[in-house]
C-alpha cells in the first residue's frame, strides 16, 4: 500500500507563502499522476494543482493559476506546491493524491487517484 505524508501547511497573513512537500512510500509508474486537492469544511475536494509523470507536465486549477506551483523531486516520490499571494479563501486542509494510471481527462477529479494522504491545514487570515 502506498503512503502519502505532507508537510509544510501552517497559519500565515494573506499576501505570504507556504510550501507543501508530499513524500510518497513508493515511485510512481511513468503512466500516473500526483498531485493536491484542498477542501473546506462542508465543501466538495477540490482540484489545485497535479503533475503527470508521462511528460512531467504540470496541470493547474483556475483558482490557483500563476499563484501556485507545482514541482516534483527525483525518482518521481516527491511532489512540492509552492502557494504564493495566499488569499483567506485558499484556506483549507490540502491532501496529496497519486494515481497509477490517472488519464488526462480525470486529472482535475478525485476518483482519479488511487492514494492520499492525511492531509495537512493551511489557514490564511486576512
Known amino acids: 500500500q502506498v503512503q502519502l505524508v505532507e508537510s509544510g501547511g501552517g497559519l500565515v497573513q494573506a499576501g505570504e507563502s507556504l510550501r507543501l512537500s508530499c513524500a510518497s512510500s513508493?515511485?510512481?509508474?511513468?503512466?500516473?499522476?500526483m498531485g493536491w486537492f484542498r477542501q473546506s469544511p462542508g465543501q466538495e475536494r477540490e482540484f489545485v494543482a497535479a503533475?503527470?509523470?508521462?511528460?512531467?507536465?504540470?496541470y493547474y486549477s483556475d483558482s490557483v493559476k500563476g499563484r501556485f506551483t507545482i514541482s516534483s523531486g527525483n525518482a518521481r516520490t516527491t511532489v512540492y506546491l509552492q502557494m504564493n499571494s495566499l488569499r483567506p479563501e485558499d484556506t483549507a486542509a490540502y491532501y496529496c493524491?497519486?494515481?497509477?494510471?490517472?488519464?488526462?481527462?480525470?486529472?482535475?477529479?478525485?476518483?482519479?487517484?488511487?492514494?492520499w494522504g492525511q492531509g495537512t491545514q493551511v489557514t490564511v487570515s486576512s
Open positions: 513508493e515511485r510512481a509508474g511513468s503512466s500516473g499522476a
Open positions: 503533475i503527470r509523470w508521462n511528460n512531467n507536465r504540470p
Open positions: 493524491a497519486a494515481g497509477r494510471g490517472t488519464i488526462l481527462s480525470m486529472m482535475s477529479n478525485p476518483r482519479g487517484y488511487d492514494y
